[in-house]
């Protein structure tokens, strides 16, 4: 089965509501990174986050190791967060390599 | 800080055509890393590098080459081209030892007609 999994698939919301966004993973992760990527565009890193929470203006990011889940919260949405959302993972701890998962394409209507 | 910086931009091959995708770090990074991402979807890892001289197959390296001819760069070949392909090529790079986070470069679209 699917190893990083993320839901939704998509979602969308009105400016200004909260957004949440959940990835799930198979094994214990010692790398977990939240990029963002616009349409057709780079793909920047949100966070950096293998366990906590951190947080950078409207962004949340949680990780709970030991249950296998991070989550991304965007608070009072803006149609400049519009893009597609990846949550990646090292699956076998200390590997060298992230696997993605499929992503949530965010759709924030003005 | 530093950069990632992956050549050319766009790419525009033929079908069966040999084509080389380069990406140039300045971290000082010890592990280079191609992903490839198809329209609408996730990435999928080719190639990646630990250190010079080095090279391990990902997912997707079937019809793929790839060198790392030193420590700052690492190439991609796609050794046959596909008709009606097209993708985005994303270059990354990390520090070796785990816990640290990756960067990636601005990508190469190809298409190939």
């Known amino acids: 089965g699917q190893q990083v999994q993320q839901s939704p698939a998509s979602l969308v919301l009105q400016e200004g509501e909260n957004a949440e966004l959940q990835c799930n993973f198979s094994?214990?992760?010692?790398?977990l990174q939240w990029f963002y990527q616009h349409p057709g565009g780079r793909l920047v890193s949100l966070f950096y986050?293998?366990?906590g929470t951190k947080h950078t203006g409207r962004l949340t990011s949680t990780t709970v190791t030991n249950e296998r889940r991070s989550s991304l919260h965007i608070s009072s949405s803006q149609t400049t967060d519009s893009g597609t959302y990846f949550c990646?993972?090292?699956?076998?701890?200390?590997?060298?390599?992230?696997?993605f998962g499929k992503g949530t394409q965010l759709i924030i209507q003005p | 800080g530093g950069i990632i910086t992956q050549t050319p931009k766009f790419l525009i091959g033929q079908e069966g055509q040999k084509l080389t995708l380069k990406c140039q770090q300045n971290?000082?990074?010890?592990?280079m890393y191609w992903y490839r991402q198809d329209s609408g979807k996730g990435l999928r890892l080719i190639y990646y590098?630990?250190?010079?001289?080095?090279?391990q197959k990902g997912d997707l390296s079937e019809g793929y080459d790839a060198s790392r001819e030193k420590k700052s760069s690492f190439s991609l070949t796609v050794t046959s081209a596909q008709k009606n392909e097209m993708a985005v090529f994303l270059c990354?790079?990390?520090?070796?030892?785990?816990?640290?986070?990756?960067?990636f470069g601005k990508g190469t679209r190809l298409t190939v007609v």
């Open positions: 990354a790079s990390s520090p070796l030892t785990a816990y640290t986070e990756v960067f």
């Open positions: 094994s214990t992760a010692t790398r």
């Open positions: 986050n293998p366990s």
């Open positions: 990646a993972i090292d699956l076998t701890e200390g590997a060298d390599r992230l696997t």
């Open positions: 971290f000082n990074h010890d592990t």
């Open positions: 590098s630990i250190t010079e001289n080095d090279l």
